[in-house]
């Protein structure tokens, strides 16, 4: 880990449950099962990972990104979020779609991201995701050496998670995901 940057940078962290008025509408409706999230106020044009982290000096191996698959078998399609460090990539045609057991695996279109997730795009965190979705944790967010950075179903604020609270999702899977 870099010797200037921690996950937590330089924001003023809040307890979650404090600042509902920070989280998806999602994300607030699930706090109570998340009793170590923390929240903190961004500008909203910095969500995206590389510049979040650059202006906050937040540590992009501490940085959390959920990303929405679909994945297909004949008239039937499964959704499912893969949570991966910022450092890595998410193994969506070999791992993610062997886990779903589906011949057709991509990221979700932008719009049904959106839509059945019921947050903002460059927001969109497991916490909060329909109960029929898995939550696919790569390995790595699960072993990290402190709280992660997540979304937090807005794109003004992230949200910091110990990495043992993802992984006691309901829907948590621990795997390789991430390629």
Not at 23 to 36: F, R, S
Not at 84 to 93: E, G, M, P, Q, S
Not at 124 to 142: F, N
Request: aromatic letters at 6%; glycine letters at 8%.
């Amino acid at each position: 880990m870099s010797d200037a940057f921690d996950g937590r940078g330089t924001l003023t962290w809040h307890p979650a449950a404090e600042r509902l008025d920070l989280l998806g509408d999602p994300v607030a409706a699930q706090v109570e099962a998340v009793p170590g999230l923390e929240v903190a106020e961004i500008d909203a044009e910095l969500a995206d990972t590389a510049a979040f982290c650059e202006r906050y000096r937040s540590a992009p191996e501490l940085s959390a990104n959920c990303v929405v698959v679909a994945g297909r078998r004949g008239e039937i399609t499964r959704y499912a979020a893969v949570v991966i460090l910022a450092t890595t990539r998410a193994d969506v045609n070999k791992a993610v779609r062997k886990f779903l057991d589906v011949r057709k695996c991509s990221f979700a279109p932008m719009d049904d991201a959106v839509q059945l997730s019921g947050m903002e795009y460059g927001g969109i965190t497991p916490i909060g995701l329909s109960a029929d979705w898995p939550v696919l944790v790569d390995e790595r967010v699960a072993n990290a050496p402190a709280s992660v950075v997540i979304g937090s179903g807005l794109r003004r604020s992230k949200c910091l998670v110990p990495p043992g609270e993802l992984t006691a999702l309901p829907a948590a899977e621990v795997g390789t995901f991430a390629g």
